[in-house]
């Protein structure tokens, strides 16, 4: 679920500043890496909430795009991959470790301010810099939820997390799906809070199991 559009101006300007994404970031990465850790070679072929993925892949997934969003953020050149995400195996060997290192590398570059300002690249144009902040918080909450939920865990949701992810989400679900990157948007109860109504807008059920 990488995807490169720009968000809504207008839900944009409900947030402070996008830097404000740094704290639930760090949350997030923290929440994703406790899951990836209770991830067992079993689990490996097991649905997902995110339908074009099992468990296996979307930890490829997560691998494959994980360093570009890190070159993005320090504005460094993208390392070397393979051409498309589906030629990519990197569940392989201790591949939970470096997915582990990989997160918490990723969460340490997006604390740093200057990753938010200005422009940056992932290999294919240039794109604001505060995008790839939203595009890893979405990584990580959404994804953390799709792995919990997949592996019979739970992801620790906080306030901070459900409204950052639903404020993002707000600005990017639209062009997502004429992207195809979501779902159709799910209905969820009144009584919902930010997080599953972040879930609903990503084409999510928050009552999805195995």
């Not at 470096?98 to 990753?115: G, S």
């Not at 930010?194 to 879930?199: H, K, M, P, S």
């Amino acid at each position: 679920m990488t995807f490169f559009f720009k968000t809504d101006p207008a839900a944009r300007a409900g947030m402070s500043g996008m830097s404000d994404l740094r704290e639930p970031i760090k949350i997030a990465a923290a929440d994703l890496i406790r899951v990836v850790h209770g991830v067992r070679a079993g689990h490996l072929a097991e649905p997902t909430p995110c339908e074009s993925y099992d468990v296996r892949g979307l930890c490829n997934h997560l691998l494959y795009w994980g360093p570009a969003l890190h070159a993005a953020a320090r504005k460094s050149e993208v390392p070397p991959r393979a051409a498309a995400e589906e030629s990519a195996d990197l569940v392989t060997g201790d591949w939970a470790a470096r997915l582990v290192r990989q997160t918490e590398d990723l969460a340490c570059a997006l604390a740093d301010p200057d990753a938010w300002q200005g422009g940056t690249t992932m290999g294919g144009g240039d794109l604001p810099a505060s995008m790839v902040g939203e595009m890893v918080l979405c990584e990580f909450v959404l994804h953390g939820w799709d792995l919990a939920r997949a592996t019979g865990q739970q992801l620790v949701s906080t306030d901070e997390t459900g409204e950052a992810a639903e404020m993002v989400m707000l600005g990017m679900a639209e062009q997502g799906r004429r992207l195809q990157v979501f779902g159709e948007a799910v209905p969820v109860a009144d009584s919902a809070s930010a997080f599953e109504r972040a879930l609903g807008l990503s084409g999510r059920s928050p009552d999805w199991s195995r």
